[in-house]
């Protein structure tokens, strides 16, 4: 099979074949049907998480099971899933004690591998995936069934961007309705949690971007107002439209340490401030200690939105056949593995909300590229 390979931090990924070892007691072996590009792939390649090399990136998923190994019973051969990173032994303190997004069990393949190149290297998995590949071994924990007539490439996006930025806002926070809500950045997870805070009925939902483009998508996610962080003065104009006291809630989904400087002016007395957005492994913020304490504002991460996979992935998409979550507007181009790096380029410079990574299934023959590299797939429709 082939795998988009990071050697070397900050430059192209090689597209290469590789070898797959089976799948082992609890593991499932997923053929990918779609891997979105995610802003924590791009981390990792650029070296900001840095970790050995060599490593496979990618990790927002959707594929069909191909083999199963002993003792899985979460999926079987044939079923249709989302691959996420999150897994869970559902036996720790964390998953026992609700939060199984948490999970502090350490898993064989993490020390182990699967992976190795022609020359007998060993390819690390990164982000507990690894992909940016044809194929995936994860633990049976990581992956969701969803229905045979579910777009794949869609369902791809249930794996990381919808789950953490709508979770943000349900899981975590529990925004209630009528309660303010600025989101911080509309990029994939941005807009994301628009989309949760519209669920969640909250009024207003404030987006706060740079960029026109995204400001306007993000109103058609749900925002009611969308302000330009460049133009604006950003804290008189969140007071203004909160009533004079700021947002009950401020979500920061960059990965950006002035950014959480920033949202501590942008919420209320009490107000909470929700990071999702993942930084740099070294980032550091100065934080007002003095001014946290009188107000009694929070301060609060969010990993993966909180989310428990098996619960939330089928309740956002029951949202999503009612018309209620937006999903087919996420994808803004389908790029081959081939040109992985061109997807990859393009996300970095902020074009699109999500590239995606599309691949050929065995029984069907690869066609030109068209639509910006798109090929058919079993499940996915242009």
Known sequence: ??????????????????????????????????????????????????????????????????????????????????????RSCGRCFFCTGGSPHLCETQFPYDTEGRLRNLRGEPLRH?????AFAECVIVHESQVVPVPADLPLDRAALLACGVITGVGAVINTAKVEPSQSVVVIGTGGVGLN??????????SPIIAVDVAE???????????????NARREDLAAAVKDLTWGRGADYAFVTVGNPAAVE??????????TVVIVGMPAATATAALPVRRLAVLGQRIVGSMMGSTRLRIDVPRLLALYRQ?????????????????????????ERGEGLRNMIVFATPDEER????????????????
């Open 213 to 227: 483009a995204r400001l306007g998508a993000a109103r058609a996610f749900g925002a009611t107002h969308a302000l």
């Open 1 to 86: 099979m082939k795998a988009a390979v990071c050697y070397e931090f900050g430059q192209p990924l090689v597209v290469e074949e590789v070898h797959l070892d089976p799948p082992q007691r609890g593991e499932v072996k997923v053929r990918l049907a779609a891997t979105a590009i995610c802003h924590s792939d791009i981390h990792l390649i650029r070296g900001e998480w840095a970790r050995d090399l060599p490593v496979v990136a990618g990790h927002e998923a959707a594929g069909v099971i191909e083999e199963a190994g002993q003792g899985v019973t979460l999926a079987a051969p044939g079923d249709p899933v989302v691959v996420s990173l999150l």
């Open 262 to 271: 920033q949202s501590l002016r942008l919420v209320r007395t009490e107000g």
């Open 323 to 347: 018309g209620r979550l937006k999903l087919d507007e996420m994808i803004s181009a389908r790029y081959p593995l081939e040109r992985i790096n061109e997807a990859i380029e393009a996300t």
């Open 193 to 202: 949690a628009v989309q949760g805070a519209a669920l969640s009925g909250a």
């Open 126 to 130: 990164g982000l507990r995936t690894a």
């Open 367 to 382: 066609a030109p590229a068209r639509d910006e590299g798109w090929v058919p797939m079993r499940g996915v429709r242009p």
